[in-house]
Each structure stands twice: as C-alpha cells, then as structure tokens.
C-alpha cells in the first residue's frame, strides 16, 4: 500500500510501472532522428548530392566542417532553454524545425542553400536534439540512471541499424531529394506530435521511480559510492571541476576518432590491403558489440567507479589507434572492430550518465549541452586530421599513434580524477 496525503490507496500494475520509461523510448526516438544531421547520416546522400550539384569533394569537405562547428554552438543554447521552458515543448519545437530544414535541403540547388541547411540540420539535429535527448532522461531518473542509460542505448543502436538501410533503400531507389523529404516529413508528423502527446517535463510525487528512488535517499549514499546522486550543482561550478573536463574530454576524443575512422575506414582497410566487403563486415561487427559494451557499461557503472571504467574504455581504444595500421587478416580486423564496439559502447552509456549522476538536475541541460558542444567540435575536425595525415605523409599510421599518445594521457586522468565534492548552497545564476 501506498500512502499519500493521508490515506492509502492500492498499488496497481499501471502504478508500478515507471512512466520514465516511456520517455526514455521517446528519448532513443529523438536520437535516432537526429540522422539527418549526423556524419553517418549525410554519407548515406554525399555521393549523389554531389553529382546532382556538381560539387566537389574539398568544397563539401569545407562546407561540412564549417557547419558542423558553427551547429556545435546550439547544443549550448537549447540547453538553456530546455533548463527553462522543459522537455516537452522544447523536444516538439526542435523536432518540427529539424523536420522542415530536413524539407528544405530536399529541394536545395546551389551551394549557398545547401551551406545553409547543412549548417542547421548539424545545429538542430547533432546538436540541439541530441542534448534534449539525452538530457531529459536525467530529469526523470535518479537512482536507475544507468538501467535508463543503457536501455536508452540498446534502443537507439536499434533504431539507427534499422533506418541506416532503410535511408540506404530510399536513396538508391528513388534518390537522395526524396529519401531527405521522407525523413523530413517523418520528423514533423511523427516525432513532434510523439514528443508532444507523450513526453512530460519532470516526475511528481505520484510518479515513484523505481526502488523508491529519490534524490535525498541517493545523495546520503545508501545505494553505494559509486552509485550515489550528488546534489544538484549550477553549469558554472560544473565545469569548473577536473572531472567535468576528463569525461568531456575523453568522450570528446572517442568522437574524434570514431568520425574520422567512419569517414575514411573503407580507405584505412584498403591500406592494409582489404576490400569493401570487409569494411561492410566491421560496421556489423562494430553495431554488435557496441550494443555489449551498453549493456556492460550499464551493468558495471553501479559498482564500479565511472573514472575507471572511462580509463577502461579509453585504454581499448588506444591499443585499437596502435594495431590498427599493422592488421594483417580479417580475423586481427574483426577483433579490431569488436574491440572498437565494446570501447564505444561503454563511452556511450558513461557520457549518458554521468552528468547527472555527478552534478545533479538542476542545470543538467547546460551542463549536458557545454559537454555535446566539445564532442560535436571534436567529430569535426576527426576528419580533417586524418585526411591531412594522408596528405602530409601518404598514410593514415602516424596520426593513430598521436591520437593513441593523447587518449592514454586522458585515460591515465581518468583514473586520477576525484568525484566532485558535494557543493554548499547553490545561488542562482
């Protein structure tokens, strides 16, 4: 029995089921139609957007980097706004604007426009709706931060392995134009009216999350030191903090390295001497186990402490950066890839969950947004290094043993960094 304002009433099963739950499918939804706007999601259209335009690689090259920077700075700004105004009306709004950019760049015939709307599917896609996803989970889970995470994760890995080829289809079969205006059209009469109708902004006292969990309960740490909630503590003290920079930081160079790697890894392999047949083979192998690497991740980040297993994964993706450039068969670049997916996996669920986790729910959409915006900067100049690397010297090997020296310096840091101190009373900013 449960008792509120003075009397009892039964626990039913709609009672104990967790409408977080709800919103966390809402959430991975979100995610996935942040594709438009994503590296992975603009290769499935470059080579024909390219020939209908008659564009030439460096030119799209400059365009992308400069629009994927210049959307790095939305993720700081809806964060703001989410903070404000809530989840709800928030997600509704960037989803339909998402949506009718997507629209618009369908129908794009010169260079300016397409700038434009790259620039805004980057801002309102990679950018803005990936904060808002990610973030109001936070706002609806507690001491199950982690569970959410990484069911979070799972749907999402999900979802983007079933619209990559589905995209794919639609843009061989009827062209990029077309397959844009789908998802477009998908994303302002199916994501916003999903968000509006389903998506409330926080809890109340009726909605108990599992285990009973309440911020106070986890702040005294009765779930464990590894799993406690630390007191909600403002964006400006947040980053203010070292473990806010090592986890921001080591994230951000996952991304690094996973953009330049997606980008180029059909011309990495066939440097190793593999065909295409095998890059298509790791981007399976890759999907797979970076579901594993949620699942553990999501197992492990209540007992162990978030640092290590940030060190953990970081440390598998510096051995990968080294082996990389020496893999002789396809079984060394299987395991290389399966490598890859269980470090990505982990890095996904700890950047999910850890701001929460260390700095609370009060200005979690800042926070949330300060640390994306390092990440999205981070995935836009993966590339370019690489490709430099290339050009400087004729081979891909002396960058991954550069980027390996950095991500091991962060990993050690990792292991080094102190969870932040529970604040004093925290003044309004």
Known sequence: MDSAAGFSRPVTAAARFYYGWRVVLVAAAAMVGTLPGRTQGLGLITEPLLRDLALDRVS??????????????????????????????VLTVVALLLGAVVCLMSQSHGVAGLALWITLT????????????????????????????????????VGFMAAFPAVGWLVQAHGWRAAWLAIGLTLIAGLAPLAWLIVRDAPTDLDLEPDGGAAATDAAGTSGPHHAISPDVSWRAAIATPAFWVF???????????????????SILAERGFGPDIYYQTLAVTAMTALAGNFLAGFLASRVALGRLLSASLFILAIGLVVLPHVESKAQVMEWAAAMGVAGGTVMVLFFSVWPRFYGRRDLG????????????ASAVGPLLLALCVAWTGSYAAMFRILAAIVTAVALAALAVARPQAPGPVRAV
Do not use: C, K, P
Not at 248 to 266: H, K, M, P, R
Not at 369 to 375: F, H, N, R, Y
């Open 60 to 89: 799209y090259a400059q365009i992308n980097l400069w629009a994927t920077l210049a959307g790095a700075l939305f993720a700081i700004g809806i964060g703001r706004l989410m903070d404000r105004f809530g989840s709800r009306a």
């Open 248 to 266: 921001a930081i080591g994230t951000a160079l996952y991304g690094l390295v996973a953009s330049g790697i997606g980008l180029f890894n059909e």
């Open 122 to 157: 980057r801002g309102f896609g990679q950018s803005a709706l990936s904060v808002v996803s990610i973030a109001m989970i936070g706002h609806w889970f507690v001491r199950r931060i982690d569970a959410a995470m990484a069911v979070y994760s799972v749907v999402l890995s």
């Open 366 to 377: 800042r926070i949330q947004g300060a640390a994306q915006a390092l990440t999205v900067v």
